[in-house]
Each structure stands twice: as structure tokens, then as C-alpha cells.
């Protein structure tokens, strides 16, 4: 079993933060305009969706089918519609 070291004085976050809906790719999707597209790894498509779920955009995806040789695979994503602009 490894160690945990107990820490005591750590002050504790105020609780009056304000909720933002940030995540990993929220700040691409910001900057970006209805018909804009970029390339991202298959990997990244469940923080992708969760994203744009989460903030209210619609995409689309398609598989780079030009970048199946390399080792990773690609896809593109659209921004279709912003339902709502939310902060």
C-alpha cells in the first residue's frame, strides 16, 4: 500500500467561484465561427462531444480518410450552430 501524506493548513477554495463552462477545447470552439473546421485526434472526440454538449454547439464529424497512414487517426470537426451563448 503506498503513503499518502496527510497535509494539514491548506486553506480551502472560496466557495463562491463562478461556475464556467471550460473545458479542453472550449476556447478553440470560442474563437471559432459557424462553418469553421479544425483536424483532432479520434482520441479527443469524447471531450469534444462533452463540450459542445455542455455549452449548447452543434458539430460534425467526419474521418480524415487523407490521414490514415500515420500511426493516429484524425478527424475533422464543423461548427454548425451555437444554440445558446453561454459563459
Request: positive net charge.
Amino acid at each position: 500500500m503506498s503513503e499518502i501524506k496527510i497535509e494539514k493548513g491548506v486553506p480551502l477554495p472560496s466557495g463562491n467561484r463562478r461556475i464556467r463552462r471550460f473545458g479542453k477545447w472550449v476556447g478553440l470552439f470560442r474563437n471559432m465561427a459557424v462553418g469553421d473546421s479544425f483536424i483532432a485526434p479520434v482520441m479527443s472526440l469524447s471531450s469534444i462531444y462533452a463540450s459542445c454538449k455542455r455549452n449548447e454547439w452543434k458539430v460534425k464529424i467526419r474521418v480524415q480518410p487523407d490521414l490514415f497512414r500515420s500511426k493516429e487517426r484524425f478527424v475533422r470537426v464543423w461548427l454548425l450552430k451555437v444554440i445558446s451563448k453561454k459563459i
